[in-house]
């Protein structure tokens, strides 16, 4: 038996009615506690060790601006959050080092990086700026280029534009979408043969959920020229314009 | 209510009211959460209000000086993100898991044998269901005529995001030949790694029509999220209103 995401596809479902019904406040608190921490103990998006930790990476987007002279990063960590208590209570964690890397040379190690911390009701942001350290392992590059961005909450939404950039970090909802029951399934040899649901039957798993998310938007002037795109030499696909390899890491304090 | 006018009943009220107040006094002390201190001070020892760190910054007390917020220490690396779903789709065992996501970006050749072996493994999955041996459902090259080893070899040991500065941004532009410049919100990038991974040449192999199974597509959409905002480009979240 499919047990356990027969279990999680069903919560899903009793969820959605429970929005529909609009049943009480706490029910819907409670079922949905219960959803995300019985989730969590599974296999989410990474691996058992950082599950449900303060470290642990939901997605990660990088993406031009609405000004184009602009790069965004964006990364979700501690997904998934159901919406009411759990998402108020959910923090950053002061001991966590959430590091966006630049490699602007093509060797897929980090040129720059920028660095987001929490300390008190805000995240620090240092850099751009070339890490001292490449690697699994990061100080905090506190002589580097700073800012200071209050943490958002449910409620009011704080944003600091400072020297052309702009930050943020708080509550969001969910922008991730995929039918992640249907792909364990698919995983585990529960859906053969016929795979993924149709149109109208698939569910999106993150629809109803939120997330902690940590927002960048830097000029490019300051991230430098970008190399020859990898597909170009790794993947044998001529005429991609050039560009960086960005990745994002939670590295926690010894 | 005579009793009212009585001296000494007066300093009894007094006294058992001034104590009542010590006792929450004493509360107070015990919760310097900020919940209860209607006054904010930038000398009472704790970093309350929207202070920065004990009694400075915010908008009450004078600058936070910079030897006042500690940011030594050693940070090891737990957890990773480059590509969507890489990690979930081809990791092979849970130590596997665990151990990509604290390996460098650059050093993961490791990791490429397993991740096709994955890779095969979902074909081997419906060949079974199929009634099929095995060795006659496999992988076939994709869209970008990418065989099996080059395309675990790009997921394992290149994997980050590329974006391209000044756009255009996409996961996956088949009418402009663009792939990989960038990954915005609204990109389908579950959609188009599982065409990579079940599509074959032409990216509809597995795509659920003509008795195949349908795994091109996971057939779910962005749905009512709105991806047209501005900065921060996220929507404020759910409630259960």
């Known amino acids: 038996m499919e047990s356990d995401n027969f279990i999680f596809v069903n919560l899903n479902n009793y969820y959605k009615t429970m929005k529909k019904t609009k049943l009480l406040t706490i029910i819907g608190g409670f079922s949905l506690l219960m959803l995300s921490f019985i989730f969590m103990s599974l296999d989410h998006i990474d691996a058992t060790n950082v599950v449900g930790t303060s470290s642990d990476i939901a997605d990660f987007f990088a993406f031009e601006g609405d000004n184009p002279d602009n790069t965004v990063f964006v990364a979700t960590i501690q997904g998934i959050l159901a919406p009411g208590v759990v998402t108020e209570n959910a923090s950053f964690d002061e001991n966590v080092l959430i590091e966006f890397n630049i490699d602007n040379t093509g060797d897929f190690i980090e040129d720059l990086v920028i660095q987001a911390i929490k300390r008190g009701d805000s995240i620090y942001f240092f850099g751009p700026v070339i890490p001292n350290r490449t690697g699994l392992e990061s100080d905090v590059l ?31 909802r969910d922008p991730s979408y995929f039918d992640f029951n249907r792909f364990i399934n698919i995983a585990n040899g529960d859906a053969a043969p ?15 959920l939120n997330v902690l998310a940590i927002a960048v938007e830097v000029p490019n002037s300051l991230l430098g020229n970008a190399p020859q795109h990898i597909l170009e030499s790794q993947g044998t696909i001529s005429g991609l314009p050039p560009a960086y390899n960005v990745w994002v890491s939670t590295k926690r304090k010894e | 209510m005579k009793n009212y006018k009585n001296k000494s009943y007066k300093l009894t009220v007094f006294v058992v009211l001034l104590l009542t107040s010590l ?77 990509y996501n604290v390996s460098e970006v650059a050093n993961r050749t490791i990791f490429q044998e397993d991740f096709q072996k994955v890779l095969e493994n979902y074909y081997d999955i419906y060949a079974i269901s199929l009634d099929i041996p095995v060795d006659e459902l496999n992988y076939e090259n994709n869209i970008f005529d990418w065989d099996a080893a080059r395309f675990t070899t ?55 029509n003509n008795g195949t199974p349908q795994l091109t597509t996971d057939a779910v959409a962005p749905g009512d999220r709105d991806f047209t905002l501005s900065f921060p480009y996220l929507e404020v979240p759910l409630t259960l209103d």
């Open chain 1, 142 to 172: 506190t002589s580097a280029p700073n800012h200071i961005v209050q943490i958002s909450t449910t409620e009011e939404t704080f944003i600091t534009n400072e020297d052309g950039m702009s930050f943020f970090a708080g509550p969001r």
């Open chain 1, 194 to 208: 016929e795979g993924f649901y149709p149109p109208g039957e698939s569910t999106d798993f993150f629809v109803g």
């Open chain 2, 23 to 99: 006792i929450f006094v004493q509360c107070i002390d015990d919760d310097d959460n900020g919940n209860v201190i209607d006054v904010i001070s930038c000398n009472d020892g704790i970093q309350n209000g929207n202070e920065d760190g004990i009694d400075c910054g915010g908008s009450i007390c004078s600058p936070c000086e910079d030897n006042q917020l500690n940011f030594d220490g050693n940070f090891v690396q737990e957890d990773f993100a480059g590509r969507p779903g890489v990690n979930i789709i081809f990791g092979i065992t849970d130590l596997s898991k665990n151990n």
């Open chain 2, 154 to 208: 790009i997921m394992s040991n290149f994997d980050a995001l590329q974006v391209t500065p000044n756009g255009p941004t996409t996961y996956y532009d088949a009418t402009n030949n663009l792939v990989f410049t960038g990954r915005y919100l609204s990109d389908d990038v579950m959609g188009f790694t599982l065409t990579l991974m079940f599509g074959g040449a032409d990216g509809i192999r597995f795509d659920g």
